[in-house]
């Protein structure tokens, strides 16, 4: 519902996260059909246009070079993080037969929502901090 949105708090978090000022509440005054799917591609579209323009500024070969980097980074770190999670997951999953539950089903299904969660932080500090660098050429 349109009553129900947090429009400042999406701005906030999307100059914070996404580096991305965009005044939203400005577009939903204005445009009163403007619906959920619109302003998402609105958001995709000032976010595709500022990260061409980073991408102006350098080489497409340096810009690759870069994204190869950060998602490797990112990769590497969420990786390490994942394999310490299931360790701990691993230690604790017996407990599960006290609750009446089938341990190795547990495991099965509380690593998978691990491996989920690994998948969506890589590919949201990817984008995070892709879109966060400046480009400074001398």
Known sequence: MEEEWDVATLEQRLAGDFN????????????????QEKLLQRIQAAHQEAYHQKESQVSPDIMRQFEKG????????CWREHL????YLRQGIHLRGY???NPKQEYKRESFELF????????????????KFEVKVE
């Open 99 to 101: 609750a009446q539950k």
């Open 20 to 35: 991305l000022h965009l005044p939203i509440s400005t577009w939903l005054s204005e445009d009163h059909t403007l619906d």
């Open 116 to 131: 989920a969660q690994l998948i969506d932080k890589i590919n949201y500090d990817v984008v995070s901090a892709l879109c």
């Open 84 to 87: 310490a999670a299931m360790d």
């Open 70 to 77: 950060v998602m490797l980074q990112t990769l590497d770190t």
